[in-house]
């Protein structure tokens, strides 16, 4: 069984910054880490994904530049540093994780996915 623990969410001004974590725990395997967020009314829409070694790194293109993923396989861990946030990244983020060496940017592609923490920026 493989769950997904979010957290690191909460209120920001905009500007601000946060850095969210995805604890991932059962038999991971090698496997691709994947950020996705639901804004109010919104669909689901990736954010940025990376594969098992770092190597290889995706990222939506509103939020190129001012986020960055990174990954501690020792800690079975998976980071979102939030920079320069804006009201229009308030959503729940969530952390997904695929069973395979790939980076995937489509919800399909994940197998596992985390109960999601909320973002919130204020203007």
């Known amino acids: 069984q493989v769950q997904l623990v979010e957290s690191g969410g909460g209120l920001v001004q905009a500007g601000g910054s946060l850095r969210l974590s995805c604890a991932f725990s059962?038999?991971?395997?090698?496997?691709?880490m994947g950020w996705f967020r639901q804004g109010p009314g919104k669909e689901r829409e990736f954010v940025a994904a990376?594969?098992?070694?770092?190597?290889?790194?995706h990222y939506a293109d509103s939020v190129k530049g001012r986020f960055t993923i990174s990954r501690d396989n020792a800690k079975k861990t998976v980071y979102l540093q939030m920079n320069g946030l804006q009201p229009e990244d308030t959503a729940v983020y969530y952390c997904?994780?695929?069973?395979?060496?790939?980076?995937?940017?489509?919800?399909?592609?994940?197998?596992?996915w985390g109960q999601g923490t909320q973002v919130t920026v204020s203007s």
């Open positions: 990376i594969n098992w070694s770092g190597g290889r790194i």
């Open positions: 997904a994780l695929a069973v395979s060496t790939v980076v995937g940017t489509s919800e399909g592609w994940y197998d596992y």
């Open positions: 059962g038999r991971t395997f090698s496997n691709c």
